[in-house]
T-cell receptor
Framework: DIVMTQSPDSLAVSLGERATVNCRSS????????????LAWYQQKAGQPPKLILY???TRESGVPDRFSGSGSGTDFTLTISSLQAEDVAVYYC?????????FGQGTKLEIK | QVQLQESGPGLVKPSGTLSLTCAVS?????????WTWVRQPPGKGLEWIGE???????NYNPPLASRATVSADKSKNQFFLNLNSVTAADTAVYYC????????????WSPGTLVTVSS
């Protein structure tokens, strides 16, 4: 199985400041045939199901604010929120869909400082 | 708009079978989509259980493969999860999820249902 490891486990950022979450996979999730990274990010607010925010490592899902961005390739990825808003408080998960079993990181809890 | 809604018992006895149904609206079960189940134990992370395509093809997470069955009913536009021989470790919020083949991502999720395994 591909193991996904996120850092940090929790993060407190002031409103308007940048928040960065890291994700590392135990093997590359870059498919050479189409040069795409099979890496997604999800946001889960309290009491709600996860919501897809980024896929192919850096493509924003429809309706997701442009303050959310993703970067990285191969085994190392980053989710960045450029200017934290109160509604961004949530747990964020990375997930690989390169191969089954699809696996998630352990989650990063983002709070307001 | 695509909507998924799961239904089933909220309490299952140990060694029994957990059975859930996911009703899909706004999309066809026969579309180019894998219909998926994901679970989340209380206060913990996400675990992929398995998926089915409308032609009957399935994939499972190996630790659950011997106990899980995911299937679909095209006539009812629903898909199902059966998990047998349950223990307290199977207590979790269960989500049904759409995974279209064009992106392979989990783009629509049901609200989730808590299933507790207890006598």
């Amino acid at each position: 199985d591909i193991v996904m490891t996120q850092s940090p486990d929790s993060l407190a950022v002031s409103l308007g400041e940048r928040a960065t979450v890291n994700c590392r996979s135990s093997q590359s999730v870059l498919k050479r045939s189409n040069n795409r990274n099979y890496l997604a990010w999800y946001q889960q607010k309290a009491g709600q199901p996860p919501k897809l925010i980024l896929y192919w490592a850096s493509t924003r899902e429809s309706g997701v604010p442009d303050r959310f961005s993703g970067s990285g390739s191969g085994t190392d990825f980053t989710l960045t929120i450029s200017s934290l808003q109160a509604e961004d408080v949530a747990v964020y998960y990375c997930q690989q869909y390169y191969t089954t079993p699809y696996t998630f990181g352990q989650g990063t809890k983002l709070e307001i400082k | 708009q695509v909507q998924l809604q799961e239904s089933g018992p909220g309490l299952v006895k140990p060694s029994g079978t957990l059975s859930l149904t996911c009703a899909v609206s706004g999309a066809s079960i026969t579309s180019r989509t894998w219909w998926t189940w994901v679970r989340q134990p209380p206060g913990k992370g996400l675990e992929w259980i398995g998926e089915t395509y409308h032609d009957g093809d399935t994939n499972y997470n190996p630790p659950l493969a011997s106990r899980a069955t995911v299937s679909a009913d095209k006539s009812k536009n629903q898909f199902f999860l059966n998990l047998n021989s349950v223990t307290a470790a199977d207590t979790a919020v269960y989500y049904c999820v759409r995974k279209p083949t064009v992106t392979d991502t989990f783009d629509y999720w049901s609200p989730g249902t808590l299933v507790t395994v207890s006598s």
